[in-house]
């Protein structure tokens, strides 16, 4: 289904950007301005597909 295909391109996309945040979460100095980014894609990103549930 088209469907399904939508939702699990966006939980993999939504999970790479998880592991970013979480790398640069790890770094001495992480960069605040990435970490916002990635935050803010990845509610983006969950908001895609709680539409898609809907």
């Known amino acids: 289904m088209i469907v399904?295909?939508?939702k699990?391109?966006?939980e993999?996309?939504?999970a790479s950007l998880?592991?970013?945040l979480l790398e640069e979460l790890n770094r001495p100095q992480p960069d605040?301005?990435?970490i916002a980014n990635l935050k803010?894609?990845?509610l983006?990103?969950?908001d895609?597909?709680?539409g898609i549930n809907a």
């Open 4 to 6: 399904d295909e939508a």
């Open 8 to 10: 699990s391109s966006l």
């Open 12 to 14: 993999t996309h939504h």
């Open 18 to 20: 998880e592991n970013k």
């Open 32 to 34: 605040q301005n990435l």
């Open 40 to 42: 803010k894609q990845k």
């Open 44 to 46: 983006r990103i969950k």
């Open 48 to 50: 895609e597909m709680l």
